[in-house]
């Protein structure tokens, strides 16, 4: 994973994208999702992790 802004909004883009496919593997998807949130600053309210 790169360790700047860009990179990490291309991550975070690739991550929603896998978490939208019907076979993706969820959980594992929320904890990147939380750490590149974290990383960013965005997400901050616990209300997306009861999708």
């Known amino acids: ?9 291309a991550e975070l883009h690739k991550l929603v994208k896998d978490f939208n496919t019907s076979n993706s593997n969820k959980s594992e998807i929320k904890i990147h999702l939380n750490l590149i949130s974290q990383a960013l600053g965005i ?7 009861n999708i």
């Open 43 to 49: 997400l901050q309210d616990d209300s997306y992790k």
């Open 1 to 9: 994973m790169i360790l700047n802004t860009p990179g990490l909004i």
